[in-house]
Structures are given as structure tokens and as C-alpha cells.
């Protein structure tokens, strides 16, 4: 059975950093793209940053471009989303997502195109 699980969240000050872990098992995900996307209640699951399966092309969101940072780690099947100085804004439920690419440089950035998603897990960001 194919299953993600993501872990890290929490209560941080604005400011502060966290860093969510999504380990990924049931298969081998090396063949992936994967990707964080987060959502608040009543607004749309939106993408936070996405990586290729090779790790080498990485693609973020404006509103978190220069304060997060995706990488991933093939050989333990896990992927990263280091989240630093963290705004109130940035309080959501993150999801990591995983898809297999035929190619090692995709990026995936609409939702819908990803096969595989985890239960997420809470970040909230007091001021």
C-alpha cells in the first residue's frame, strides 16, 4: 500500500522556522515528482513548491519564494520542505504529493496532476 506521511508541523512564532518531513514508502518514489501544496479552511488547496525526481529543478510559489526551501533525499524515499522566516499567512494544513514523470526535470505544479497524497499536517504561525 502506497502511503505518505508528513510530519513537522506545529506552532511556531513569526519568524520562527519549521521543517516538514514527508516519508514516503510502498514504493519507490526515486521516478517521482513531488511537491508540498497547503490549504486553509474554505480556500483551495494551492501549490507551496515542487521538485523533480532527480532534484535538480525545483519551482516555488511567489508568496514563499526565498523563504522555503524543497529537496529531497531518494535514498531514504523522504522529502523536505525547510520553512523559514514563517508568517501568520503561512498557517494551513501542508500536504506533500507525489507523481510519477517520465522524465527526471519535470516539476508539477497543478494539483490535479499528482497521484499520490498524505493525510498533512498542521503549521500554524502565531504574530
Known amino acids: 500500500q502506497v502511503n505518505l506521511a508528513e510530519s513537522g508541523g506545529g506552532l511556531v512564532q513569526a519568524g520562527g522556522s519549521l521543517r516538514l518531513s514527508c516519508a514516503a514508502s510502498g514504493r519507490t518514489f526515486s521516478s517521482d515528482a513531488m511537491g508540498w501544496f497547503r490549504q486553509v479552511p474554505g480556500k483551495e488547496r494551492e501549490f507551496v513548491a515542487g521538485i523533480s525526481s532527480s532534484g535538480g529543478s525545483t519551482y516555488y510559489s511567489d508568496s514563499v519564494k526565498g523563504r522555503f526551501t524543497i529537496s529531497r533525499d531518494n535514498a531514504k524515499n523522504t522529502v523536505y520542505l525547510q520553512m523559514n522566516s514563517l508568517k501568520p499567512q503561512d498557517t494551513a494544513i501542508y500536504y506533500c504529493?507525489?507523481?510519477?514523470?517520465?522524465?527526471?526535470?519535470?516539476?508539477?505544479?497543478?494539483?490535479?496532476?499528482?497521484?499520490?497524497w498524505g493525510q498533512g499536517t498542521q503549521v500554524t504561525v502565531s504574530s
Open positions: 504529493a507525489a507523481t510519477p514523470t517520465a522524465t527526471g526535470a519535470v516539476v508539477i505544479r497543478t494539483r490535479y496532476q499528482y497521484t499520490y
